[in-house]
């Protein structure tokens, strides 16, 4: 039976099929289910079939996943503009509403910078943060809707998975830090090439650390409400912890002590310590608003905070994937 | 078309634990290259289990089982790359269009590029779904996305489709049309085809079918052997006294009848000329009778005395029906 003869149609094709295969004796029932009513959409012309061929794994197939993942998470951003447009609420509300609201009672203590300035670093941590955390939570809306399966059962390592969802997060939440960077103007801060990468180098790191720890939460809890539930916990008080809103010094002891052991002080002191070398402001001011995470007197460099936050991200990140290698 | 040949699939006392409880208690069967092989099983039988272990998602307890000539535990990557799956549960991206879900898993399963969109382009054709292709998923009824996830399970010429349940919950004329597509695709690619349903019509387009009960194959055959194994036609009549009439069945005709159903119901061969006389000697008052060829739900019900809840209500089983439907003792 040649192929050409297969394909001549869809009707006699399928009884031919059935037929072919069908164990001898008695008329099929097959024949007269295909045969009787309307006939089903009939395919197109008769074509050469496409064979398609799955390569072994390689490093080329998992390049190539990760892109996939990570690209969908983009798609999928772009295409929620009410997303976009949500997540970028709360840090509007403040650091214009809080900001302006406070800046009446903290004019004294600010030696003359706009409160607005001074939490506009904290601002920027934060925008990223909350778009990583809402990122991190697609893998348990994935689940939900049965889309992580797909991805599951593919020829490629789960890592290739996770660190496709890692990326695809982090580079959404910098893309809405980015709309953020944007109002520096508007908190008397001025633009400068290293300004820009600096924080973009920041907020990629602390996105890219947010998501991987999103993703490591996500893994575990399989409801969406929990898992908000979860993030709300853990990263609301980190939030405020971390001295985003206010300068990480002279603090109550147990505050500095939590202050020291929050992860995100020390996304948050460098990217203020940047911001601020960019402003001309009194020595005065720069010592009250920009003291910096110190432990025993001894003022951590920024680079070393900086690298805090890309080691915790990538073992948070190696645990996403163990766990999700794990999993069946 | 080898049916005899190479097997596709050989699985080999396969068993799977969920704590104490077994959800699949050592099956052993083998499906030829190039066959449509069907699980028929009422709800939590194990059929979705043992479709789990032989796509690898799931690990099996003990027992093992090979899948286009590789086992499922040590190298699972090699039968990742030879199945296609589509699953009881949706599985698609909502919020991409049909031919970005389509694409996203030519990435995953890494196709060569250029031959993507001729590819999609063909399974998306097969199953009627090319002018649909950049429609938006969560736009599509329930029976396009069905379609869409057969489409998707191809993309990437897999040597053995594993279908769980791929026609659940739709209309019979849906139904149908996929029926016809997965045979199509089977003459088409040369592809051997796992599925599971419980429909027991369904079946009837499968070359061979397992039927499996509570975690165990309880019979397997082609569908036709299967029924010509049963021997007889399904007799049922509606009496005022069902008691009276089973006693009178025993006396008279010797035949063992039983109530399903509220209804009396016996096999005997050759339904047309037993009726007549059943009404020209019958003592009990008959007030209906129907006689059917013997289906799967027969075959199901000599293998394990029950019927499977879900056929009762499928319309289509009627046309599977020789009906003949006498009321009120009116004569022919
Ligand atoms: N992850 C699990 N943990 C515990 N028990 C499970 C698990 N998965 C399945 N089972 C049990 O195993 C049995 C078989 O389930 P399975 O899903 O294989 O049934 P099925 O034949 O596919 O049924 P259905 O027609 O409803 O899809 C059921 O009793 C189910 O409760
Ligand atoms: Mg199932």
């Known amino acids: ?173 910098t893309v809405q830090g980015l709309i953020v960077l944007c109002l520096a103007w508007a908190v008397h801060i ?38 908000m539930g979860v993030m709300q916990m853990v990263v609301m ?91 069946e | 078309m080898d049916v005899t040949g190479t097997r596709a699939i050989t699985v080999d006392n396969l068993l799977k634990r969920y704590g104490d409880f077994e ?6 069967f083998e499906v030829g290259q190039g066959e449509v092989f069907g699980f028929l099983g009422p709800n939590g039988a194990g059929k979705s289990t043992t479709i789990n272990m032989l ?45 970005q879900n389509l694409r996203l898993h030519a990435e995953l399963y890494g196709v060569e590029s250029a031959l993507v969109l001729p590819r999609a382009k063909q399974v998306l054709q097969m199953v009627g779904l090319w002018d649909r292709r950049d429609g938006v998923v969560q736009t599509f009824s329930g029976g396009m996305r069905r379609r869409l996830e057969i489409a998707r399970g191809l ?34 690619e040369q592809i051997t085809i796992f599925m599971t349903t419980h429909y027991m019509d369904e079946a009837e387009w499968c070359d061979r079918i397992a039927i499996m009960d509570a975690g165990q194959i309880v019979a397997l055959d082609a569908p036709e052997t299967l029924k010509a194994g049963v021997g007889t036609d399904r007799v049922t009549i509606q009496t005022d006294d069902n008691e009276a009439a089973i006693a009178a069945l025993a006396a008279d005709f010797g035949v063992e009848a039983r109530i399903v159903e509220g209804h009396v119901t016996f096999g005997v061969a050759g339904g047309e000329t037993f009726v007549p006389r059943l009404f020209s000697e019958f003592s009990v008052p008959v007030t209906g009778v129907s006689v059917s060829r013997p289906t799967l739900d027969d075959v199901f019900m000599s293998y394990t005395g029950s019927t499977i809840r879900d056929a009762e209500e499928d319309p289509a089983k009627a046309r599977n029906r020789t009906m003949m439907r006498m009321m009120g003792g009116a004569r022919r």
């Open chain 2, 55 to 99: 796509c690898t998602l799931t690990r099996p307890t003990s027992g093992r089982a090979e899948v286009a000539g590789h086992d499922v535990v040590s190298a699972r990557d090699d039968v990742r790359r030879n199945i296609g799956l589509v699953f009881q549960d949706p599985t698609l991206d909502g919020y991409l269009t049909a031919l």
């Open chain 2, 155 to 188: 993309m990437h010429s897999p040597r053995v489709l594993f279908l769980d349940e791929p026609t659940i919950g739709l209309d019979p004329q849906t139904r149908r049309s996929i029926w016809t597509y997965i045979r199509e695709l089977q003459e088409r």
């Open chain 1, 190 to 227: 001025p633009y400068s090439l290293g300004l820009i990468f600096g924080v973009v180098g920041i907020q990629v790191l602390l996105a890219f650390a947010i998501t991987s720890f999103g993703i490591m939460v996500a893994i575990r809890i399989k409801q969406m409400q929990s898992f």
């Open chain 1, 237 to 327: 008080p980190m939030y405020f912890i971390s001295g985003a809103l206010f300068p990480a010094r002279g603090l109550p002891t147990w505050l500095t002590v939590l202050n020291r052991i929050d992860p995100l002080a020390y996304a948050v002191d460098p990217m203020r310590r940047l911001v601020f070398s960019h402003l001309q402001i009194s020595a005065a001011a720069r010592r009250v608003l920009d003291p910096g995470l110190s432990w025993w007197g001894w003022r951590m460099p920024a680079i070393l905070e900086v690298a805090v936050i890309a080691v915790l991200g990538a073992v948070m990140l190696a645990i996403a994937v163990a766990e999700f290698s794990a999993t």
């Open chain 1, 1 to 173: 039976m040649s192929r050409e003869h297969r394909l001549s149609g869809p009707e006699p094709m399928v009884i031919t099929a059935s037929a072919s295969v069908a164990p001898a004796g008695g008329p099929s029932t097959t024949t007269s289910l295909a045969g009787g009513g309307p006939a089903p959409t009939p395919p197109a012309e008769p074509i050469e079939v496409v064979r398609v061929h799955v390569p072994q794994r390689s490093a080329r197939s998992e390049y190539r996943a990760v892109k996939i993942v990570w690209r969908r998470e983009l798609v999928r951003f772009v295409n929620d503009r009410m997303r976009i447009v949500t997540s970028l609420v709360q840090p509007f509300l403040f650091l214009f509403v809080l900001g302006s609201g406070l800046q009446q009672l903290s004019a004294a203590g600010t030696h003359g910078v706009d409160l607005k300035t001074f939490i506009y670093p904290g601002i920027l941590c934060m925008t990223v943060m909350f778009t990583a955390m809402f990122s991190a939570a697609s893998i348990v809306w994935d689940r939900e809707f049965g889309f992580l399966r797909e991805m599951m059962v593919a020829p490629v390592r789960r890592s290739s998975i996770v660190i496709g969802k890692a990326l695809g997060g982090a580079t959404v939440a």
């Open chain 2, 23 to 28: 959800a699949v208690k050592g099956v052993s």
